[in-house]
């Protein structure tokens, strides 16, 4: 079999890898993307809606989550936003500020996709799609490749394989059993940005409703994590920017075999003491009203019939007959709703996991191993993940730039 002999291979040509086969031949170095599926970034084209939000402006420690949550950001200080936007400005992508979310000006996330496969021509970077990684082995050279029906060597060998989230798109995690077959620890892979599935029956009568929230997480009844948004009840559980930010959170609680459970607060914007008074109110102004029609306006329907049931509360009784403590439990359901979290949605529902390789073993400046010189590990395969808002792909940015940046710097090679 012939053999390709690179200066740099990267498994996987997704956001990161592609990020850093450019990286690294834009330094000089001859540079192989091996791919499995039929064409390199299709996750790319799922981002942000199909509009692909690039990054965001607001980076902050805690938008970046993992064992070690920190690491991200000491790689971020060689490769953070305002080098992001021109790396992509410089490309022909005119970015387009959303309230701090990064956008291109097209909101099309193939443009994206597409000015970063001519980059990598431009640049004779070698891809191959369609191949499968059989094998991988240490050589004096550096590594030996056995993917498809080829023999592939380099000097390098970067690691952009991905996850387990979106095995549609690629991500497989097949890149783990890489990382494990060179003696690095994986941090189990769960689910992150994913939705929440509830123990209770009612959600059935819930689906398609939409409403602002705040859900807070409990993990063996100590708080575990908050957020704010617009909430998504579905016919099986919670779901919504809020649900996806604390799902991490969830799923790690529930792989651990712990109690996992939500509080919604449904009217955040009014305290529980102001809400009983608001009832009683409006029981006062319209006393003819029955139960679910004293409701009507404040949530919506079916909403209101789940809520005056879990508080004991006949949908018709009259309003002017309801005791004090009634009143006050309703208004208790309205700002501590309890949802019992039986599981997340799998992996193909995710939009990235939690977990990964961990990053005690990889050097927080090149992201070079340091189990096996030369091996160098970038994206989603590292334990790293971000929330909502651009912070997976900025990961993506900053992880692909350094890993190739450092693995074809001429002490690397």
């Not at 996330?109 to 970077?125: C, F, N």
Request: proline share 3%; hydrophobic share 40%.
């Amino acid at each position: 079999m012939a053999k390709d002999i690179h200066d740099i291979v990267v498994i996987g040509g997704g956001a990161s890898g592609l990020m850093a086969g450019i990286t690294a031949a834009r330094n000089g170095s001859r540079v192989t993307i091996l791919e499995h599926k039929d064409r390199i970034g299709k996750k790319i084209l799922s981002t942000g809606n199909g509009k692909c939000n690039l990054t965001n402006l607001d980076q902050k420690p805690e938008h970046y989550r993992g064992e070690h949550p920190e690491f991200a950001m000491n790689l971020l200080k060689q490769f953070g936003v305002t080098e992001t936007l021109e790396f992509f400005k410089g490309l022909g992508i005119f970015p387009k500020n959303k309230n701090g979310y990064i956008y291109p000006n097209s909101e099309q996330a193939a443009s994206v996709l597409d000015v970063l496969r001519m980059e990598a021509e431009h640049l004779k970077i070698k891809i191959i799609c369609e191949t499968e990684i059989k094998g991988i082995k240490k050589t004096g050279a550096g590594f030996c490749i056995q993917a498809g029906t080829g023999s592939y060597e380099c000097r390098r060998l970067i690691v952009a394989a991905g996850s387990k989230a979106a095995p549609v798109t690629g991500s497989d995690g097949s890149g783990y059993k890489i990382a494990a077959d060179f003696g690095h620890r994986i941090i189990t892979p769960v689910p992150a940005l994913v939705q929440l599935r509830a123990k209770e029956d009612f959600f059935k009568s819930l689906a398609g409703i939409r409403t602002e929230a705040a859900i807070t997480l409990f993990i063996n009844g100590s708080k575990a994590a908050w957020e704010t948004g617009e909430l998504q009840l579905t016919d099986y559980g919670i779901s919504g920017i809020p649900v996806f930010q604390i799902s991490r959170f969830a799923a790690r609680g529930l792989e651990s075999g712990c109690r996992v459970s939500t509080e919604i607060d449904f009217m955040p914007e009014v305290n529980e003491h102001d809400l009983t008074d608001m009832l009683f109110a409006r029981i006062c102004n319209c006393p003819y009203k029955d139960a679910e029609e004293m409701m009507n306006g404040l949530l919506n329907k079916k909403l209101n019939a789940v809520l005056l049931r879990q508080a004991g509360i006949p949908l018709h009784a009259p309003s002017d007959s309801l005791k004090k403590d009634e009143v006050r439990k309703l208004a208790e359901k309205m700002k501590k709703f309890t949802v019992t979290i039986k599981e997340t949605n799998p992996f193909a529902n995710a939009q990235i996991c939690a977990g990964g390789v961990d990053t005690t073993e990889l050097d927080d400046e090149t992201l070079e191993s340091k189990l096996v010189k030369g091996l160098y590990f970038s994206g989603e395969i590292i334990d790293i993940d971000g929330t909502c808002g651009g912070y997976n792909l900025q990961w993506a940015w900053t992880s692909g730039y350094v890993a190739g940046m450092s693995s074809s710097s001429k002490r690397a090679l």
